[in-house]
């Protein structure tokens, strides 16, 4: 840009032009946008490339890094493409070209390199001064026609050297290998996928231009990821993102085991080890998931113990994905081992697809998966127009030589006379044989070997070839039904390299809708193991393996007893109630063991400090408990209600006053009544059903008294009549069946009990 030439008086500030800030940051910002968008970020549909990549690929091509070739320094591509092609820094440039030639990152790599490129553990790629680098067959595939007028050269950044608009090639990149990107405000992230599927979709496409989105879907299966994977969505799920070019999949590794003994196992991953024990194996993992970071992933939930059913994680992989899970025991849940593995861990990601591309007028525009091919087929029935019409027009010059020359032949004796003799040689011929300038200068330019009689006849025939083959190209120029039959050919050409029974084309992801996920907490996680619960009187706990005699002498600190002992499991939660009405939560297979005295209560959950604790009960799923407090109000629970989530518990009887929870019974399924004594010796029995079933509350009054409060009560069969513990060495029980003169309505002041009732006012 010249600046404005100004005279020695001139003021500088006159050159100054006033404009609107907002108007000029919002002009300027659009350009970079736009800029961002179609020089950077989003790739061409025709050739699937951003402009480094295209830039890196020509310039190799330029290097004549051939798949045949050997290898040059990688800093010599980069140099070059940095110099010539892609004013960005070096480390962008070695970044693109190190991502081309990674196979767990690209499906069909276009470079092909030598030394380290990096790896899935997530080691970045050794300095591009240490590597080496040359194209593969498939990149060589992409740029085929460069030299056949297919595409449109542009000036490079400064103008001295030219660079292809596109790549005009067959390959389908941009389905092939993807790509993914961010510009501004907006995004494109583009699975790759098969190439024999995309081929045949898309000549299922040119066969029916009105075909419809479900069919092509049948031949178009889905993304197909360079390290494989399983596909767990819904097929229909699937078909619904790639017709509108928007929406996501769930992506899962692949637990598979090649050398287990059974094809069961293979399938399930499950290596037999002997004695009952096996291992998992991991041998896919989903797309750009990094494996070093997935095993750190795994033995962090060990170390956290958010998997206490896994042992250890190995990693053994060597060119193949090998990593080892061992569970804790021979009795964990392979399929639960796997779930929690899903849920905790990457090895289930999610990829999100958006088909946000450039089309051929360099216009961002997020297609579906059929709008995408008919961009792409055009585009390639265009290339093969453009290809056609460079031939027509080289054998055009080509005939105008060879009828030149032919004439010559014709004439051979007076041409060269007249190149003997004349002073204007080439001016005589044009004038003579109406030759024109180039079939002049050609002539004048012909061997002397060239004269023999064999040429004559080779002359002959290959005007006959060219204008045969000129006839040919002319009737495929001038017909698309014919453009459409030699484009379908030379897909099936292509396909035939990237076959399902090849290396390189046989499908690695699966597509596998996956049954509904095992809905598991952390505690289906623990391995069952019986135990015995002791609480003492000042709040100490601790767990002894097995179940043992409940009557058996424990040890505890100098002026401590026992409170509370039960048989339980680890699987089991234990309900811990206070004095205040809250009750707590606590895993059995977190208590300290049975060795010591075990730890104080207090340091696990959040009891007050004046607080104590009245009773201790293992959860069981669907029981319920009769809770009354000291005043005789009172209500039944259900046990699923009372777990708490946290070290605070929950409040579950609210008591006001001097009132405190004095009741906790466990109600049996084939109990009917209730039976209340308060501190006064008064007995009543009512109806069960008389009782509210309540999450929290104060409850109802069970049974009114002028003085004092409730002592205990119970619940019972009426039919079976209600027992009490008699006490003393022999624990007997006393049982009275004529009950009928003590059942009233519920909050009656009740009656004497019978004979023999217990002095201490409680039911044992």
């Not at 696990?604 to 029981?623: F, N, P, S």
Request: one cysteine or more; a negative charge; proline letters at 4%.
């Amino acid at each position: 840009m010249s600046e404005p030439t100004t005279t020695d008086d001139s003021d500088p500030f006159d050159a100054i032009v006033d404009a609107p800030f907002d108007a000029a940051l919002s002009e300027r910002y659009l350009v970079y946008a736009l800029s961002t968008i179609t020089a950077r970020s989003l790739p061409d549909l025709r050739d699937g490339l951003k402009p480094v990549h295209r830039r890196l690929l020509w310039t190799m091509r330029q290097l004549k890094l051939s798949p045949d070739s050997t290898y040059k320094k990688s800093a010599r591509v980069v140099g070059e493409v940095i110099g010539k092609y892609h004013p960005h820094g070096d480390t962008a440039a070695y970044d693109a070209m190190v991502r081309l030639a990674q196979d767990f990152a690209l499906r069909y790599p276009l470079v092909e390199g030598q030394g380290n490129f990096g790896n899935i553990d997530g080691d970045n790629a050794a300095a591009y001064r240490y590597t080496e680098a040359r194209l593969t067959k498939t990149a060589m595939q992409l740029m085929d026609g460069l030299d056949a007028g297919t595409v449109d050269f542009i000036p490079t950044y400064n103008g001295e050297e030219e660079e292809p608009e596109l790549m005009p090639g067959l390959f389908p990149n941009l389905l092939a290998n993807g790509a993914s990107g961010i510009a501004v405000g907006m995004a494109t992230n583009i699975p790759s996928h098969n190439v024999a599927e995309i081929i045949d979709a898309t000549l299922e496409l040119i066969d029916n231009p009105h075909v419809e989105h479900p069919r092509l879907m049948e031949l178009f299966q889905g993304p197909d990821f360079p390290t494989g994977g399983q596909i767990i969505d819904s097929k229909e799920a699937i078909s619904a993102a790639y017709e509108t070019g928007r929406g996501s999949f769930r992506v899962r590794g692949v637990f598979e085991a090649p050398e287990a003994s059974s094809d069961d196992d293979k399938a399930a991953g499950i290596e037999r080890l002997g004695g009952g024990q096996w291992q998992l194996v991991i041998s896919e993992i989903p797309y750009q998931v990094q494996k070093g970071k997935l095993i750190e992933q795994i033995a962090q939930a060990i170390a956290d113990k958010k998997l206490p059913i896994l042992d250890d994680v190995r990693d053994e992989s060597d060119e193949t994905i090998r990593i080892v899970l061992v569970p804790k025991s021979r009795n964990v849940d392979p399929e639960l081992l796997k779930e929690s593995i899903f849920k905790l861990t990457d090895m289930e990601t999610r990829f999100g697809l958006n088909l946000n591309v450039l089309d051929a007028t360099r216009t961002p525009m997020v297609m579906g998966l059929k709008e995408l091919l008919q961009n792409w087929t055009a585009a390639q029935i265009e290339i093969l127009q453009r290809r056609t019409q460079h031939r027509l027009d080289q054998i055009e010059r080509r005939l105008e030589l060879v009828n030149g020359y032919i004439i010559a032949f014709l004439n051979l004796d007076r041409v060269i006379e007249i190149i003997r003799y004349e002073d204007e040689p080439k001016q005589m011929m044009m004038a003579e044989f109406q030759l024109t300038d180039r079939q002049a200068e050609a002539i004048l330019n012909m061997r002397l070997r060239s004269l023999r009689k064999l040429e004559e006849m080779e002359l002959r025939q290959e005007k006959d070839d060219l204008l045969a083959e000129q006839d040919d190209l002319q009737k495929l120029l001038d017909s698309p039904a014919r453009q459409r039959t030699r484009l379908k050919k030379d897909l099936r050409g292509l396909r035939k390299d990237y076959a399902e029974d090849t290396k390189i084309g046989a499908r690695r992801t699966r597509i596998e809708e996956a049954e509904p996920a095992v809905e598991f907490s952390m505690d289906a996680m623990i391995e069952k193991a019986p135990v015995t619960v002791i609480l003492s009187q000042k709040g100490w706990i601790r767990a002894a393996s097995g179940h043992v005699d409940l009557a058996q002498e424990f040890k505890y600190k100098e002026g401590d007893a026992l409170a509370f002992i039960l048989h339980a499991q680890t699987t089991d939660k234990l309900l811990i109630a206070a004095g205040n009405g809250r009750f707590y939560t606590l895993g059995c297979d977190k208590l300290p063991g049975a060795r010591g005295f075990g730890e104080p209560v207090r340091t696990m959950i959040d009891l007050e400090a004046d607080t104590g604790i009245v009773a201790m009960h293992v959860h069981r799923k669907g029981a319920r408990l009769l809770l009354a407090s000291s005043i005789g109000k009172g209500f039944v629970a259900e046990m699923d209600e009372l777990l708490a989530e946290t070290r605070k518990g929950r409040q579950v009887v609210n008591l006001k006053g001097n009132a405190e929870l004095r009741v906790i019974r466990e109600i049996a399924d084939a109990h009917d009544h209730v039976a209340c004594v308060g501190e006064n010796r008064k007995l009543i029995v009512f109806n069960l059903e008389e009782m509210p079933v309540m999450a929290r509350g104060q409850g109802v009054m069970l049974q009114r008294y002028r003085d004092g409060g409730l002592s205990d009560a119970t619940t019972f069969k009426l039919d079976d009549g209600l027992s009490w513990q008699m006490g003393g060495s022999g624990e007997r029980t006393r049982t009275e069946n004529e009950i009928w003169q003590w059942k009233v309505a519920r909050g009656a002041a009740g009656r004497l009990p019978p004979q023999g009732f217990p002095k201490d006012n409680t039911f044992g």
